[in-house]
């Protein structure tokens, strides 16, 4: 039996998010409007400032990326998240990228879980040896163009749902020794489906669910990595 193990990437493998990246690197091109950087200044500054959540920062990012998605061509997304990547492609955190290749090296079928658009995660996920990469659609109309819908939402708003996805469709997969990496609250579902769930910098919600749990809470800072 195949052993697997989930990581989600912003925040857990990715030193940023790629979605903000994204977002800045559209503006940055012209292919949003200037003045979108606006829409989520005050949730950027409120951050950090310590004076707002990462949540909500993250969460006005992710409505102007929905506002203005509408229009953009395929390729022209596609260009700029190969851009991202190759700037961005090596600011990882030490503990999950030497996690990944310990994986790799004892036969696990890794897979990637993201709120982020596939788009830009299959350039970033296929460096680190990723077997499967799951993040958020968007659905593409006439003339390559994106319509602004979400496809298939459902499946990715509820981790758990890919994990059950993927044992469904692979039967030689086991949950024997099924290892998951997460840092915030969205990640409970996934960590909840495996062996061994890891909380890696989490925020304060899941910090609190996982002493709960009694899970392992891994932080690294600068060159230290604590286990809690």
């Known amino acids: 039996m195949q052993k697997i193990a989930f990581f989600d990437i912003d925040g857990t493998v990715f030193r940023s998010s790629l979605l903000i990246e994204l977002v800045g ?15 989520f200044r005050a949730e950027h500054e409120a951050w950090l400032n310590r004076e707002g959540t990462y949540e909500d920062y993250i969460d006005a990012v992710v409505q102007t990326f929905r506002s203005h998605l509408q229009g953009v061509h395929y390729g022209d997304m596609a260009d700029v998240g190969r851009q991202v990547v190759a700037v961005q492609r090596r600011r990882v955190y030490r503990y999950t990228r030497d996690l990944i290749a310990d994986l790799q090296k004892d036969n696990y079928h890794i897979i990637a879980i993201s709120q982020s658009p596939k788009t830009v995660l299959d350039d970033f996920c296929m460096q680190y040896g990723f077997h499967k990469v799951y993040g958020r659609l968007y659905e593409i109309g006439p003339q390559d163009r994106f319509t602004g819908v979400v496809t298939d939402e459902h499946w990715i708003k509820n981790k758990a749902n ?22 915030t609250e969205g990640d409970i579902s996934l960590l909840e489906s495996v062996e061994h769930p890891i909380c890696f910098n989490p925020n304060q919600a899941l910090y609190t669910h996982a002493k709960r749990m009694k899970w392992e809470v891994v932080v690294e800072r600068k060159d230290v990595i604590y286990h809690l």
């Not at 469904?168 to 990496?181: G, R, W």
């Open 25 to 39: 690197a559209l503006i940055d091109r012209g292919h949003f409007p200037p003045d979108a950087k606006e829409e």
């Open 162 to 183: 890919i994990v059950k996805r993927v044992l469904d469709h692979n039967p030689e997969f086991t949950l024997k020794d099924s290892v998951a990496v997460g840092d």
